[in-house]
């Protein structure tokens, strides 16, 4: 039976209708306790008659809450075309019918270009409604395909017919990291602006529900009652109608009701703006300050304040001075600082369960050396990050096996965050955690400048201490430019480079060829695919088939054995496929990472991944990233101490709180790092993120220019196919710890430079920072400095270096150094 109601009744109904209405009764709870629940439709009801005017001295009845049109309420039944005024597009690449009891939208004709279908064109002349489809995928070309629900559609007759239009797109491999999109249609383009995976793939044989909640400049997107994406619209596409469309599937749509929304939604929920130091270096290390109750945070620098918390989710200081609750903390609207709470037991984790059913706790820090509470807290409410504390660990020293045990226990803890004990606060252990993609903070008891100075040379990404002026005062100092973190380079499937800049030294991509190449010009890490043979051996590859690379035709190589394999050769080099074995045994004990690929979304490879991990020995070296949110989830599960990197193309479109927003949402869900193509990657998310503990990834940045920006902010890890890029710079500066200076003369410090491929030369300092408590100076414009009375100074060496055509710098400095003024 066909339910449609007129659209022009529905406009009528609009303009009698009063604003309101709730709305807002939950009919179901999301799994992450703080994300906004699914309200049920704001069902219409038949209004009361209006009452005759009272009586004087009689009660005035209450006016009837306005109530919500249905403007389509369709099921297809003993349907045999499409209803009255629903029309397909003249572009469609493939069909639409209606029969038994569903729409079907075939969209196989074509992987990319769409086949759609639109919803009567007077919906065009509204623009809040919701919008419930229930369908399921079928018959996928890949399972990258996808059904949408598009909506505030522009007419027929614009210039390309329907866009600009919004949709929400499900992919057949929902579990991708694009498993669903949030996006918009515009002059033959597309822009995506939210990604997001779903908890499992669309299976053909059930019934899904998609929903659209779209009121003035706000939507939500749910599968499921799942909350997907909550963004914010275009106000100059304030009305808009309303279409279902596929591209390389057939969508099955089972019925779609759209009803009047009168409810307007939240204002996008951000994270804070946190207060800074006001220094010039880049992606410096966050500070956490110890709270007592003489700390005063404003102007201090610290970006995250150090409570202890108990059961009751009172704020205690470590000697146990009462500073309130986490609710009166929260509170302000103007607070500048992020929650770093220090658990203890799980009846704390209860309670802080119970507050975020109504508090938003997704900018909050948990803080731990228990190791299963932060991993129990972090399933009690999942959007809420941790971190370890080893800052006690004083058994903890430097060797692999030590590293091991903190990227282990970090992992499990679902953490990225690990705050170390004094014993690991050095460039050389910092430096590896970092290229397994933890988040190093150091525990500091530093009281002066040239402590301090010292700790944020080892290039920490934080510091936890109860002096963050101290800290703050020695990153004021520091010129524009500085890194006290070297960015790592990683060699994007070896260094395929190219032959105009690299002759002789590149090498077909993902060969022991091209690793050795990438390794030569100091790469800190190799990005490698791997897939598995049919005979359970784990071989380098970066398609699904070995057509392109090789001389093996269109075969899948899944479907082939390993000597099979073996007997490829790559083109246009000539090697051998490699076997992740011979990677692991090529560089085993090197200070390099492999940064491995799970490309194939076979169940069995992670379970053969461990095996071959611990066949090799190498766990010290190895980390894994995907786009495939399912093969995520199995390493948390089957190699829970593997650090992994969620690969995805979210858009930064330079909102900074909803771009944290939605990174913060990705790197949740899996508890990994960030790893998006650099194109839509802006710097000013990346500062506020750090203080988060996020790290970014970038690939696949093969544009020299594009390479030396991303370097000069501070990237933590850049892909790239060109690593020898980076071979020249300076990375290291290794001076005298002592040095005189003669009141009066200008001063500059005897350097020895180490290049990112280990060379070594000398040079004099172009930068100094003089740190505060030495004699009285003059700076000039060459970073030469001169002391103007005698005394004892502390100074960091510097060195600034011009990348390429010296568009972009950056500065390096060493330890503190004490210079002796006569």
């Not at 179901?28 to 219409?44: F, G, K, N, R």
């Not at 910092?430 to 397994?436: C, I, P, S, Y």
Request: charged letters at 15%; glycine letters at 8%; one cysteine or more.
């Amino acid at each position: 039976m066909n339910k449609s109601k007129t659209v022009a009744a529905a406009v009528l109904a609009i303009s009698l209708a009063a604003c309101g209405g709730d709305g807002d009764d939950n009919t179901s709870v999301p799994a992450d306790p703080t994300t906004p629940t699914l309200p049920t439709p704001e069902i219409p009801v038949t209004p009361a008659p209006t009452p005759e005017t009272p009586a004087p001295g009689e009660p005035t009845p209450e006016t009837p809450d306005p109530v919500a049109e249905v403007y389509i309420d369709e099921s297809f039944e003993g349907l045999s075309a499409l209803p009255a005024g629903w029309t397909t597009l003249a572009a469609n690449k493939g069909t639409v019918s209606v029969r038994n009891g569903s729409l079907y939208i075939d969209g196989r004709a074509h992987s990319t270009q769409m086949t759609a279908v639109a919803l009567p064109a007077s919906l065009q002349e509204l623009g809040n409604y919701r919008i419930d489809v229930q369908f399921t995928l079928e018959s996928p070309n890949n399972t990258g395909r996808w059904g949408s629900v598009m909506y505030r559609t522009s007419s027929a007759d614009s210039a390309i017919p329907h866009e600009p239009y919004y949709q929400f797109a499900i992919r057949a491999d929902a579990t991708a990291s694009n498993g669903t999109e949030f996006a918009l249609r515009k002059g033959g383009a597309w822009t995506v602006a939210g990604t997001k995976a779903y908890s499992e793939a669309i299976d053909p044989a059930k019934v899904y529900t998609a929903t659209v909640i779209v009121h003035g400049n706000r939507v939500r997107q749910y599968l499921d009652n799942t909350l997907m994406h909550d963004m914010a619209l275009d106000a100059a596409m304030a009305k808009g109608g309303i279409g279902l469309q596929t591209a390389g599937a057939i969508m099955r749509v089972d019925s779609i009701k759209v009803t009047q929304q009168l409810t307007a939604l939240p204002d996008v929920s951000k994270v804070i703006t946190v207060q800074d130091t006001g220094t010039l270096a880049a992606m410096a290390p966050t500070l956490v300050q110890s709270m007592t109750a003489q700390t005063r945070l404003a102007g201090s620098g610290a970006s995250n304040a150090l409570f202890h918390i108990d059961a009751t989710l009172n704020l205690r200081s470590a000697n146990g001075e009462s500073l309130g609750s986490l609710a009166q903390y929260l509170a302000p609207a103007d607070r500048a600082t992020i929650p770093v709470l220090r658990i203890a037991d799980d009846a704390t984790v209860r309670a802080l369960a119970a507050f975020a059913v109504d508090n938003d706790l997704s900018d909050v820090t948990l803080l731990s050396g228990d190791i299963e509470l932060l991993a129990r807290a972090r399933t009690a409410i999942p959007a809420v990050r941790t971190a370890v504390d080893f800052s006690g660990s004083a058994f903890l020293g430097n060797t692999s096996q030590d590293i091991l045990q903190v990227v282990s226990a970090t992992n499990r803890a679902k953490a990225k965050i690990a705050v170390l004990p004094a014993t690991m606060t050095n460039r050389t252990t910092v430096a590896h955690l970092q290229r397994l993609l933890i988040t190093p903070w150091a525990s500091s008891t530093a009281t002066n400048a040239a402590a301090a100075a010292e700790v944020l040379t080892t290039g920490v990404n934080g510091v936890v201490t109860a002096h963050a002026d101290i800290y703050s005062a020695v990153l004021k100092k520091l010129p524009a430019g500085t890194l006290l973190r070297k960015p790592l380079v990683i060699g994007h499937r070896g260094m395929p480079g190219d032959r105009a800049n690299l002759t002789g030294q590149f090498a077909d991509e993902n060969t022991l060829e091209g690793a050795r190449a990438a390794a030569a010009v100091g790469a800190d890490g190799i990005e490698n695919d791997i897939y598995m043979t049919v005979d359970n051996h784990l071989v380098i590859m970066h398609d699904t088939t070995v057509e392109r690379t090789t001389d093996g035709g269109p075969r899948k190589i899944e479907e082939m054995t390993l000597a099979e394999v073996k007997a490829l050769k790559t083109r246009p080099g000539g090697y051998s496929v490699p076997t992740l074995q011979e990677f692991f045994t090529e560089f085993k004990g090197r200070n390099l990472s492999h940064i491995v690929e799970l490309k194939s979304a076979s169940a069995g490879i992670v379970p053969l991944l461990k095996q071959e991990l611990e066949q090799a020995g190498v766990k010290d070296q190895v980390v894994t990233i995907s786009f495939l949110g399912d093969q995520l989830k199995r390493m948390g599960t089957t190699l829970p101490d593997i650090s992994g990197g969620f690969l995805n193309s979210n858009l930064d479109n330079g909102d900074v709180g909803a771009g944290v927003r939605t990174i913060l949402n990705s790197t949740q869900l899996y508890s990994s790092t960030y790893n998006p193509a650099y194109q839509v990657l802006k710097q000013p998310t990346m500062e506020a993120a750090k203080h988060r503990g996020i790290t970014f990834w970038p690939w696949t940045v093969n544009n020299a220019n594009d390479f030396y920006r991303f370097y000069s902010y501070g990237t933590h890890g850049i892909t790239t196919d060109h690593a020898y890029l980076a071979k020249d710079f300076p990375v290291a500066i290794a001076t005298a710890a002592t040095a005189s200076a003669t009141a009066g003369s200008p001063f500059s410090a005897a350097l020895t430079l180490t290049t990112q491929v280990g060379a070594t030369s000398t040079a004099a300092s172009n930068q100094l920072v003089v740190l505060d408590g030495s004699p009285a100076h003059s700076v000039a414009a060459d970073g030469r400095v001169t002391f103007t009375a005698t005394g004892t100074a502390t100074v960091l060496p510097g060195y600034s270096y011009r990348m390429g055509d010296g568009t972009y710098s950056y500065t390096i400095f060493g330890k503190p150094m004490t210079v002796t003024v006569r």
